[in-house]
């Protein structure tokens, strides 16, 4: 903020000037003020609900500010709609990929194009190509987006941009869903944009990430800039500080330990899958011991959902002795059976898998503690209730209160709660997606440290995320999935970001083996 | 049995159908947008009276068509309106319309119950219709038989080879990412809702006019649940539901052809063959799970509100 001042001869690309905006019950944006220059690449930092997305949405057009101006080229403008943002020049790389499954890349992209931009590109798969080669995105104009990886999607959405000759380029956590590899395929893309005088704005909560690329950081907390700065004249810990405020210590690492006896087991298990976007699992071979936290990193859609369904039970197909928790078949055994006999599951989707949106807390709370709260087929509401009530004060849990439906709740408190209900049941095997995805940080170090307690009582813990830094945090041992093959198990202490990213990229598949998979997929 | 025999039994198959594919071909549109309009039967009711009317009032067929559209218009609009905007649940706004439409119907068309008028006239198309057999089954009806083919095929090109035919698919598949990338969601669902109407309004008025040039209470006999089964029958393929509406108006008249050879079945359970093909073809559908998630459109049924986008 203080360098607006000083005046460069070159004007900037985009200032914004004490944008505010109100929703019922939270100011998320509070006269925020910010200057991008040609060329220049940005980061927004900040804790979820710091008001990035929100800032960045009313830069793209999707959410009008309610006061507060935007200036574009010197200019005072009004981005009304997301046409308008791309008219100007501004494209933006959304979290959640807003692609169509069912059309091809050109398609996809042809959309977005306004028909004198069409007619002045002329042949489309032609560009597509060509920008391909030029930035190494490697895209096939032709093929099905569903057929396409997480990665591959991503250089679409970027491609999307490119066609239109992009002024600024938003991006929206871009690099939580790839591989390490991948992500520094990303960064080259975009230093190639930056010199070409394209202003990129960044956001992300990943600090080594931010001090590699970024030249410049502004740091939202609460809706309020907090500072902007170089993040190379910082550490990572001094801008961690600011994101947070001095409320919370990030804990440098937590102790590890050896498990004992193997409580859970997969013996070679190969499935196919159901969806027509899934992954087959292929050769699975795992064994979970008690007092230790397994941990398997992945890119999304590499097999972690047919994985979890397996194990829980959702996925009904019988595969009997393939599966074993205390040296017993359970592979042929009903979800509410694996439950009873002390397992207990934590999903990826919090709403519609871990908690029926509908439904209070209360009554939630029920549907995984039959056992405890049912006498003489009536529920004892008042304990039940007394229950839930402990649950949200012990892991602070926002909300109204035990009556609130789950779907009123933020994905982070409600994700609390169902951590919560589950870690209560004092399961023996806990099989866990994602445990503090979209958390904020002083509820994600309270995850942890029940996630470690129950450890530490005895619990052996199956955890599934695509977060290495919290799975290297966490985990005792430690594999990663890619394309339904499970990697090599080893102790968190003798491996290395590289090797799990690697591992990530599929480096430890066999290749005669995945031959004769993908033969048997074919004749089966 | 011999060829003229078959070919007055196509014909026949073919004029049955109608209704069944103009309803389809609009509500085949209407769910490619992602929404479910179940009140098919109340909006062809509604048109099949208001054509009625029109027409015998005026003396003008063409006017009785176009006023059945712009009921089938106006009638979509509220459905539009009530789900769209107010966010009504589709299934349940859509049945209500139904109930809404069959009693506003018989209310209105009470004083005409049983009048006739003069129907449209077929019109044979000179040289086609002196093809041997094809041209008698083809060539030799009124002209809403002749806009339907025209309607098939103009809808098959839109839908598979325009930008408004991605457009469409889009919004139907992922509306909040059409949201973002600058499509006006609310704006393409109710013209796929509206379309749906106008086309539900012709089958009725063809119902009234050309079928039997009558009005009578209820007359539509549940061709409207006929049609929305045949949308998934054909798998929201065009052409598809072409061959279903004429398979299953062959179905209808089966109890005819039944008779020609000397067989007398039940005619209600002949009536049932329409819905146990639908099942039938749902079920092998859903066997394979890989190809029922990329056939129907993905958020078929789902809201969308551009003020709640996550």
Same mark, same amino acid.
């Not at chain 1, 005088?197 to 939202?220: D, N, Q, R, W, Y």
């Not at chain 2, 929305?228 to 008249?253: D, E, K, N, T």
């Given at each position: 903020?203080?360098?607006?001042?000083?005046?460069?001869?070159?004007?900037?690309?985009?200032?914004?000037?004490?944008?505010?905006?109100?929703?019922?019950?939270?100011?998320?944006?509070?006269?925020?003020?910010?200057?991008?220059?040609?060329?220049?690449?940005?980061?927004?930092?900040?804790?979820?609900?710091?008001?990035?997305?929100?800032?960045?949405?009313?830069?793209?057009?999707?959410? +009008? #500010?309610?006061?507060?101006?935007?200036? %574009?080229?010197?200019?005072?403008?009004?981005? *009304?709609?997301?046409?308008?943002?791309?008219?100007?020049?501004?494209?933006?790389?959304?979290?959640?990929?807003?692609?169509?499954?069912?059309?091809?890349?050109?398609?996809?992209?042809?959309?977005?194009?306004?028909?004198?931009?069409?007619?002045?590109?002329?042949?489309?798969?032609?560009?597509?190509?060509?920008?391909?080669? !030029?930035?190494?995105?490697?895209?096939?104009?032709?093929?099905?987006?569903?057929s396409?990886s997480i990665?591959?999607?991503?250089?679409?959405?970027?491609?999307?941009?490119?066609?239109?000759?992009?002024?600024?380029?938003?991006?929206? !956590?871009?690099?939580?869903?790839?591989?390490?590899?991948?992500?520094?395929?990303?960064?080259?893309?975009?230093?190639?944009?930056?010199?070409?005088?394209?202003?990129?704005?960044?956001?992300?909560?990943?600090?080594?990430?931010?001090?590699?690329?970024?030249?410049?950081?502004?740091?939202?907390?609460?809706?309020?800039?907090?500072?902007?700065?170089?993040?190379?004249?910082?550490?990572?810990?001094?801008?961690?500080?600011?994101?947070?405020?001095?409320?919370?210590?990030?804990?440098?690492?937590?102790?590890?330990?050896?498990?004992?006896?193997?409580?859970?087991?997969?013996?070679?298990?190969s499935l196919s899958t159901q969806h027509p976007f899934g992954t087959s699992l292929k050769?699975i071979? /795992?064994?979970?011991?008690?007092?230790?936290?397994?941990?398997?990193?992945g890119v999304a859609g590499n097999g972690q959902d047919e994985l979890m369904a397996?194990?829980?039970?959702?996925?009904?197909?019988?595969?009997?002795?393939?599966?074993?928790?205390?040296?017993?078949?359970?592979?042929?055994?009903?979800?509410?059976?694996?439950?009873?006999?002390?397992?207990?599951?934590?999903?990826?989707?919090?709403?519609?898998?871990?908690?029926?949106?509908?439904?209070?807390?209360?009554?939630?709370?029920?549907?995984?503690?039959?056992?405890?709260?049912?006498?003489?087929?009536?529920?004892? %509401?008042?304990?039940?209730?007394?229950?839930?009530?402990?649950?949200?004060?012990?892991?602070?849990?926002?909300?109204?209160?035990?009556?609130?439906?789950?779907?009123?709740?933020?994905?982070?408190? /409600?994700? *609390?709660?169902?951590?919560?209900?589950?870690?209560?049941?004092? #399961?023996?095997?806990?099989?866990? +997606?994602?445990?503090?995805?979209?958390?904020?940080?002083?509820?994600?170090?309270? &995850?942890?440290?029940?996630?470690?307690?129950?450890?530490?009582?005895?619990?052996?813990?199956?955890?599934?995320?695509?977060?290495?830094?919290?799975?290297?945090?966490?985990?005792?041992?430690?594999?990663?999935v890619c394309d339904g093959y499970l990697?090599?198990?080893?102790?968190?202490?003798?491996?290395?970001?590289?090797?799990?990213?690697? %591992?990530?990229?599929g480096?430890?598949?066999?290749?005669?083996?995945?031959?004769?998979d993908?033969?048997?997929e074919?004749?089966? | 049995?011999?060829?003229?025999?078959?070919?007055?039994?196509?014909?026949?198959?073919? *004029?049955?159908?109608?209704?069944?594919?103009?309803?389809?071909?609009?509500?085949?549109?209407?769910?490619?947008?992602?929404?479910?309009?179940?009140?098919?039967?109340?909006?062809?009711?509604?048109?099949?009276?208001?054509?009625?009317?029109?027409?015998?009032?005026?003396?003008?067929?063409?006017?009785?068509?176009?006023?059945?559209?712009?009921?089938?218009?106006?009638?979509?609009? &509220?459905?539009?309106?009530?789900?769209?905007?107010?966010?009504?649940?589709?299934?349940?706004?859509?049945?209500?319309?139904?109930?809404?439409?069959?009693?506003?119907?018989?209310?209105?068309?009470?004083?005409?119950?049983?009048?006739? &008028?003069?129907?449209?006239?077929?019109?044979?198309?000179?040289?086609?219709?002196?093809?041997?057999?094809?041209?008698?089954?083809?060539?030799?009806?009124?002209?809403?038989?002749?806009?339907?083919?025209?309607?098939?095929?103009?809808?098959?090109?839109?839908?598979?080879?325009?930008?408004?035919?991605?457009?469409?698919?889009?919004?139907?598949?992922?509306?909040?990412?059409?949201?973002?990338?600058?499509?006006?969601?609310?704006?393409?669902?109710?013209?796929?809702?509206?379309?749906?109407?106008?086309?539900?309004?012709?089958?009725?008025?063809?119902?009234?006019?050309?079928?039997?040039?009558?009005?009578? !209470?209820?007359?539509?006999?549940?061709?409207?649940?006929?049609?929305?089964?045949?949308?998934?029958?054909?798998? %929201?393929?065009?052409?598809?539901?072409? /061959?279903?509406?004429?398979?299953?108006?062959?179905?209808?008249?089966?109890?005819?052809?039944?008779?020609?050879?000397?067989?007398?079945?039940?005619?209600?359970?002949?009536?049932?063959?329409?819905?146990?093909?639908?099942?039938?073809?749902?079920?092998?559908?859903?066997?394979?799970?890989?190809?029922?998630?990329?056939?129907?459109?993905?958020?078929?049924?789902?809201?969308?509100?551009?003020?709640?986008?996550?």
């Amino acid at each position: 903020m203080n360098n607006t001042k000083t005046a460069q001869h070159i004007s900037p690309r985009l200032e914004l000037i004490n944008i505010s905006k109100q929703y019922p019950g939270c100011l998320a944006n509070d006269n925020i003020s910010l200057s991008l220059m040609p060329g220049e690449i940005h980061a927004l930092l900040g804790e979820n609900g710091a008001g990035k997305s929100t800032l960045v949405k009313t830069i793209y057009g999707v959410v +009008a #500010p309610d006061t507060g101006q935007l200036i %574009w080229d010197g200019k005072e403008i009004e981005i *009304k709609s997301p046409s308008t943002a791309r008219e100007l020049g501004i494209g933006m790389v959304f979290q959640h990929f807003s692609l169509f499954e069912t059309l091809t890349v050109s398609q996809n992209i042809e959309l977005c194009l306004s028909k004198p931009q069409l007619a002045s590109i002329g042949n489309l798969a032609e560009k597509i190509r060509q920008l391909s080669q !030029e930035y190494g995105l490697n895209i096939d104009p032709h093929r099905y987006v569903h057929s396409l990886s997480i990665g591959e999607r991503q250089r679409v959405e970027i491609m999307r941009c490119l066609v239109q000759s992009v002024k600024l380029l938003i991006l929206d !956590e871009p690099t939580s869903v790839l591989t390490p590899q991948e992500v520094s395929g990303l960064f080259s893309v975009l230093r190639t944009l930056a010199k070409e005088g394209c202003s990129i704005l960044f956001i992300s909560h990943k600090l080594h990430e931010v001090t590699e690329i970024c030249e410049k950081a502004t740091i939202l907390r609460g809706g309020k800039v907090i500072n902007t700065c170089s993040p190379a004249d910082e550490t990572s810990h001094s801008i961690a500080k600011m994101m947070v405020g001095d409320l919370a210590e990030q804990d440098a690492g937590y102790s590890k330990k050896e498990g004992t006896e193997v409580r859970f087991q997969i013996h070679d298990l190969s499935l196919s899958t159901q969806h027509p976007f899934g992954t087959s699992l292929k050769h699975i071979n /795992l064994e979970l011991k008690a007092g230790e936290i397994l941990g398997i990193a992945g890119v999304a859609g590499n097999g972690q959902d047919e994985l979890m369904a397996i194990i829980s039970g959702e996925d009904s197909r019988p595969v009997n002795a393939h599966l074993t928790m205390k040296n017993q078949p359970i592979g042929n055994l009903k979800t509410a059976t694996r439950r009873q006999f002390g397992m207990a599951y934590v999903p990826e989707e919090r709403l519609g898998r871990g908690a029926v949106p509908d439904m209070s807390l209360t009554e939630n709370t029920l549907l995984t503690h039959s056992q405890g709260f049912i006498k003489y087929g009536l529920v004892q %509401w008042k304990q039940l209730k007394d229950y839930a009530k402990q649950l949200i004060s012990d892991y602070s849990v926002k909300c109204h209160g035990e009556f609130s439906e789950a779907k009123s709740l933020s994905g982070g408190n /409600l994700q *609390k709660f169902i951590m919560g209900r589950e870690i209560g049941q004092r #399961p023996d095997v806990l099989i866990c +997606a994602h445990p503090t995805w979209g958390v904020d940080v002083g509820a994600a170090l309270a &995850i942890h440290q029940a996630l470690l307690e129950l450890r530490d009582q005895g619990a052996a813990i199956l955890l599934i995320s695509e977060d290495i830094d919290e799975l290297f945090l966490l985990a005792d041992r430690m594999a990663a999935v890619c394309d339904g093959y499970l990697s090599p198990i080893v102790r968190t202490q003798d491996t290395n970001i590289d090797q799990i990213g690697q %591992w990530m990229a599929g480096t430890f598949i066999n290749n005669q083996q995945h031959d004769a998979d993908m033969l048997q997929e074919t004749t089966a | 049995m011999d060829a003229d025999f078959i070919a007055q039994i196509l014909f026949s198959a073919i *004029k049955t159908g109608t209704p069944l594919l103009f309803i389809a071909l609009g509500e085949v549109i209407c769910e490619k947008s992602g929404v479910l309009n179940l009140g098919q039967e109340g909006m062809m009711l509604m048109g099949a009276v208001v054509g009625f009317l029109a027409a015998y009032s005026t003396g003008n067929m063409a006017f009785g068509v176009l006023a059945a559209m712009a009921m089938g218009c106006v009638m979509s609009l &509220i459905f539009g309106v009530l789900v769209l905007h107010l966010g009504a649940n589709q299934v349940a706004t859509g049945l209500a319309l139904t109930i809404f439409g069959t009693g506003l119907s018989a209310f209105v068309g009470s004083d005409f119950v049983g009048k006739t &008028i003069q129907g449209f006239n077929p019109i044979p198309i000179p040289y086609l219709s002196s093809i041997p057999y094809l041209g008698k089954i083809l060539f030799e009806h009124d002209l809403l038989v002749y806009l339907s083919f025209i309607m098939t095929v103009l809808i098959m090109y839109v839908t598979n080879k325009t930008r408004l035919g991605l457009t469409l698919k889009a919004v139907g598949e992922n509306p909040n990412a059409a949201n973002a990338i600058g499509i006006k969601v609310l704006r393409v669902r109710y013209l796929a809702i509206m379309f749906g109407g106008a086309m539900t309004g012709i089958a009725g008025a063809y119902m009234s006019l050309v079928y039997t040039p009558m009005w009578a !209470e209820n007359m539509t006999a549940g061709r409207g649940w006929i049609a929305l089964a045949l949308v998934v029958f054909a798998s %929201w393929r065009v052409g598809r539901i072409m /061959l279903g509406a004429y398979l299953f108006g062959l179905a209808s008249i089966m109890h005819l052809v039944l008779q020609g050879f000397g067989w007398t079945i039940s005619t209600n359970l002949l009536a049932m063959l329409p819905y146990v093909a639908t099942v039938f073809v749902m079920v092998i559908i859903s066997a394979d799970k890989f190809k029922e998630k990329l056939l129907a459109p993905r958020s078929l049924g789902k809201p969308f509100d551009p003020r709640h986008m996550a």
